[in-house]
């Protein structure tokens, strides 16, 4: 079946602008995980959304956020962009209900470019 | 698009030997570990997982090791293969937080 989707893999802003990426998780899955990656912090977790429901966040700023829809796609959002926002960013899907995250599968992720 | 750090300590290793790599954890509340592959331009695959009952798992050419007293955790890969040049990730996370703590990585070079 059809991995986790990302869209754009790549996108270029200017400092000051807002933007939305868009996952597509894989079918069934209902969790959905954003996670930032940067070659100083590594892999950040920023939020995880389970049936339209955000149940844990990570240590970023009010200015991203995420939202799930009822076919579980999720977006992210991330406004008033800075420099240290160029990252990638990394959408997971897992089955897992449970209390734990389970099997995570990610997403190939979207490349920001802020400029 | 590559995706991982600059300064990744690395393990270089030959074509069918077996390699070693290792991850410090620092939550002692954490109960469950994974380790990621991850290959340039790609996001990361799950290998291997353990949870913090056991202290080995094995999977197909892959043994994962949990030493809790210390938390260590170690991936072992038998026979590694040009395939498996990629950055490695430890994660940990414990029951109920539903997100992952990933380590710093590092980056498996395999000789032919």
């Known amino acids: 079946k059809a991995g986790v989707t990302q869209t754009p893999r790549y996108l270029i802003k200017t400092r000051g602008q807002q933007v939305t990426l868009s996952c597509s998780p894989i079918s069934g899955h209902r969790s959905v995980s954003w996670y930032q990656q940067t070659p100083g912090q590594g892999l950040q977790f920023l939020f995880e959304y389970f049936s339209e429901t955000q149940r844990n966040k990570g240590n970023f700023p009010g200015r991203f956020s995420g939202r799930q829809f009822s076919n579980s796609r999720s977006e992210m959002n991330v406004s008033t962009l800075e420099l240290g926002d160029s990252a990638l960013y990394l959408c997971a899907s897992s089955f897992s209900p449970s209390e734990n995250t389970g099997e995570l599968f990610f997403g190939e992720g979207s490349r920001l470019t802020v400029l | 698009g590559e995706s991982v750090g600059l300064h990744l300590p690395t393990l270089s290793v030959q074509e069918g030997d077996n390699s070693i790599i290792n991850c410090a954890y620092s939550?002692?509340?954490?109960?469950?570990f994974i380790w990621y592959k991850q290959e340039s331009g790609k996001g990361p695959q799950f290998i291997i997982d353990?949870?913090?009952?056991?202290d080995k798992r094995q999977g197909q050419r892959v043994t994962v090791l949990l030493n809790k007293t210390v938390k260590h955790l170690s991936l072992q890969i038998a026979a590694t293969q040009p395939g498996d040049s990629a950055v490695y990730f430890c994660?940990?996370?414990?029951?109920?937080?539903?997100?992952?703590?990933f380590g710093s990585g590092t980056r498996l070079q395999v000789q032919p």
């Open positions: 353990i949870r913090s009952n056991m």
């Open positions: 994660a940990e996370s414990n029951t109920g937080r539903r997100a992952l703590t």
């Open positions: 939550n002692s509340a954490s109960d469950y």
